[in-house]
């Protein structure tokens, strides 16, 4: 084994910090002394193979699964982005393309969805245009008991009622079927837009948008869910507020002219989706929602009530 002698003897005459190969072919420690320039150097590349270690362990995202960044996933989105994705066959009514509506879950409880640039600046601004001449002060439905007298204060905008029928450049209508895709509820089963404009001090105190029978008698169909679109900018104030978000403030002692608990500020162009009832058809009482006073500048807002049941135009 004189290749095996000659390596040890090497190992030996090198400063005596190396490593010998003996004849059982194993690495075994010639001697424990080390140079100060041996060590710096040591202590470096330990350093920085440790660094680089850690990096990658911390690129891993365990709660979404195995995610290494620059590794796997990457290669996953290579993979994704030369894979080619064709429509399948459709029904009658199904559409021949893939539709992408970006949204984010504001909330569970109630199920609140924001849509960041849902219509553009000239659509909202051509609903408010068609909108301006019609506007009267906003009505409530009364429930029983009450009278127009005793529900003053309640809700001051001014409004009025507007169908994509009625509109011959055909922006509510594209409208109408972006919000029915964004929601999966058929465009037949909404309401006509219910165009409001809040000026500095007006409100609408919490409410719900779907009815309970119990308060305001039989009904022949109920509201699923409302889609408010913002038409303009609000300089302060003037946001959508749900105060019995995930069960806060629900222990009668709320006052409904409040506003607190989750708030969405108006944007010009941005929508805002959320359910009045529940899976099971029953009103979900975290629902409850209400318009802040405007502070400043003035509030301009299509609402869409979608319905169980089909509506006429």
């Known amino acids: 084994m004189r290749?095996?002698?000659?390596?040890?003897?090497?190992?030996?005459?090198?400063?005596?910090?190396?490593?010998?190969?003996?004849?059982?072919?194993?690495?075994?420690?010639?001697?424990?002394?080390?140079?100060?320039?041996?060590?710096?150097?040591?202590?470096?590349?330990?350093?920085?193979?440790?660094?680089?270690?850690?990096?990658?362990?911390?690129?891993?995202?365990?709660?979404?699964?195995?995610?290494?960044?620059?590794?796997?996933?990457?290669?996953?989105?290579?993979?994704?982005?030369?894979?080619?994705y064709e429509p399948l066959p459709h029904g009658d009514t199904g559409d021949d393309s893939f539709t992408a509506v970006p949204s984010q879950v504001l909330s569970w409880k109630p199920r609140a969805l924001y849509f960041p640039n849902f219509a553009t600046k000239k659509q909202c601004e051509s609903i408010i245009k068609m909108a301006k001449s019609g506007l009267k002060p906003s009505t409530l439905a009364l429930r029983k008991g009450e009278t127009t007298e005793s529900t003053q204060g309640i809700r001051t905008s001014s409004g009025m009622f507007i169908s994509a029928s009625?509109?011959?450049?055909?922006?509510?209508?594209?409208?109408?079927?972006?919000?029915?895709?964004?929601?999966?509820?058929?465009?037949?089963?909404?309401?006509?837009?219910?165009?409001?404009r809040y000026e500095v001090g007006q409100r609408y105190n919490s409410h719900y948008d779907a009815f309970s029978p119990s308060e305001y008698g039989p009904q022949k169909s109920q509201r699923v869910a409302s889609f408010l679109l913002y038409l303009s900018d609000v300089e302060k104030g003037g946001e959508t507020?749900?105060?019995?978000?995930?069960?806060?403030?629900?222990?009668?002692?709320?006052?409904?002219?409040?506003?607190?608990g989750l708030k969405v500020k108006p944007q010009q162009g941005d929508g805002l989706l959320f359910y009045s009832l529940l899976?099971?058809?029953?009103?979900?009482?975290?629902?409850?929602?209400?318009?802040?006073?405007?502070?400043?500048?003035?509030?301009?807002?299509?609402?869409?009530?979608?319905?169980?049941?089909?509506?006429?135009?």
């Open 3 to 84: 290749g095996t002698k000659a390596l040890g003897q090497a190992g030996k005459q090198g400063g005596g910090s190396g490593w010998a190969l003996t004849s059982k072919s194993r690495l075994t420690s010639s001697r424990f002394s080390f140079s100060p320039a041996s060590l710096i150097v040591g202590s470096c590349f330990f350093f920085l193979a440790g660094f680089f270690l850690s990096s990658s362990l911390l690129s891993l995202d365990i709660g979404s699964g195995v995610r290494f960044s620059g590794g796997l996933d990457f290669r996953r989105k290579l993979e994704a982005e030369e894979r080619v």
């Open 166 to 196: 009625e509109d011959k450049y055909g922006v509510l209508a594209f409208i109408e079927e972006k919000i029915a895709r964004a929601t999966s509820l058929p465009r037949s089963h909404g309401e006509a837009f219910n165009v409001l």
């Open 241 to 260: 507020m749900f105060p019995f978000e995930n069960g806060l403030n629900m222990d009668g002692n709320y006052d409904f002219r409040e506003c607190i």
């Open 279 to 313: 899976p099971n058809g029953t009103i979900d009482p975290t629902s409850l929602h209400g318009s802040c006073p405007v502070i400043r500048g003035q509030k301009w807002v299509a609402t869409k009530w979608i319905r169980d049941q089909i509506q006429d135009d």
